[in-house]
């Protein structure tokens, strides 16, 4: 199938329009010009009207008509063409210039018509010539014969300009379309010539050079903006792309050590173990790296589902205060093997309800808990605190813990990410606790921040909108 290249399309388009355009203004110049040269004509002729009261009267002094007198009258008025008087039988009584060969007889109609109108104006064809137009004008009677003054033009002084004007119209037409074509041809060619460049330049990317950028010129038109566009999507591919490496890279190394444990005391237990006992051992540890894999991948599944829109959420109220309650119950429970003391601290002056789902935001604050309790020496202390601001609940979760440098507080939301990587594997950590955090709250329309001091603490503030997630608002308008 024939596909058109848009530098074709839009030189057939201007030639088109062209066409058009030379079409209604050849149509509308050919109409003014016929009716303004048939207009000036016809007032030439017409302007003997007025005058025909003399003409009749220095007629009807002599028994004779007086041919003279007619060809006076009609040099006044510089008809030049073709006239006569004749009778309303026909008779020539005066003529000029041929005026027999050239005006047709009166007819009937003709003088039935100048008998009730007073005078004729009309297009009489002649055979062989130009149509002539014809003005009949009463004489009034003269020895009891009534008498017609018969003028007619040619219309070949109206026809030959106006066969003239198509000729010119026809011959050049043609040659003007051609010429835009061609011209149009040549500017869409150098039009496109940028959208040619940006093609050439998108085809030698790929997933090995995505640093590559597309050259932008200095005019600021819808080329550059094109460029720049294009420029934007290669950065956020680039982006993706070396995270989905990073990605798999960690999943695989992540995945691949608990991995190796498993097979490493599978064959020290085919080898050396010899009871009950040390089959049992070798069992247990095996279990533990079997959990550590399980809660890997289920973490995987949460990141991926979230990000991928297809994990709903449960939104309806619940009590944000009771959840907190709950979570100070269980940090106390986390932290009391370290002896670290968990403080709730509500900056509240009656009970806090929120619209979200309560299982994924107790997912949420249970993982800020135990990161808190984990990454706090012995005996320190963990406080979790709830205030209101601007329509939005705020819970921190603050410890008195290591801390984290300034250098790894933009990267701590990635997943796999670790400050110190020996220390969360002996914790049983993922790596992917806070990028869960993250996720759970901008799926609730959220947001979560982190403030740290090295040797000092860390503190997790999460907003939440009171009123729900955006989406979910948008759904329920009724919601108040």
Known sequence: MFSASIRLKLSLW??????????????????????????????????????QDSLRARLQVDESVDCA??????????????????????????????????????????????????????????????????????LGHQNGRRLFFQAAVGLGRVEQPLQELRSLLLLYSPVALIVVAVCGWFLAGRALAPVINITRAMRKVNAENLNRRLPIGKSRDEISRLAETFNAMLANLEESFRKIRQFSGDAS???????????????????????????????????????????????????????????????????????????????????????IKTHLKLDVSEEIRLMGDELRLRQLFLNLVANAVNYTPDGGQVEITLAVADGEAKVTVSDTGIGIPVEHLTHIFDRFYRVDKARNREDGGTGLGLAIVKS???????????????GEGTSFMVFLPAQGPKEWLANNDSFV
């Open 440 to 454: 759970l709250a901008e799926a609730h329309g959220g947001r979560v921040e982190v403030a740290s001091t090295p």
């Open 14 to 51: 201007n030639a088109l329009i062209l066409l058009l355009v030379l079409g209604a203004s050849s149509g509308l110049l050919y109409v003014y010009l016929s009716h303004s040269l048939f207009k000036q004509l016809d007032q030439r002729l017409l302007s003997m009207v007025e005058e």
């Open 253 to 339: 190394h992540e995945l691949r050590t608990p991995l190796t444990i498993l097979k490493g005391e599978t064959e020290v237990a085919l080898r050396w173990a010899k009871d009950p006992d040390e089959f049992r051992k070798m069992l247990e540890s095996s279990m533990e790296e079997i959990d550590r894999m399980g809660r890997i991948i289920e973490d995987l599944l949460t990141l991926a589902k979230s990000e991928a829109g297809t994990r709903s959420l449960v939104i309806k109220p619940f009590s944000l205060s009771d959840l907190l309650q709950a979570l100070y119950l269980q940090a106390n429970t986390l932290g009391e093997t370290k002896k």
């Open 69 to 138: 007198t007619v060809a006076e009258f009609a040099r006044r008025f510089r008809l030049g063409e073709f006239y006569r008087v004749v009778d309303e039988k026909g008779t020539q009584l005066c003529e000029a210039n041929g005026a027999r060969k050239q005006i047709p007889p009166l007819q009937d109609w003709m003088l039935e018509a100048v008998r009730s109108e007073g005078s004729l104006l009309t297009t009489v064809p002649f055979l062989g010539h130009h149509s002539l137009r014809q003005l009949v004008v009463p």
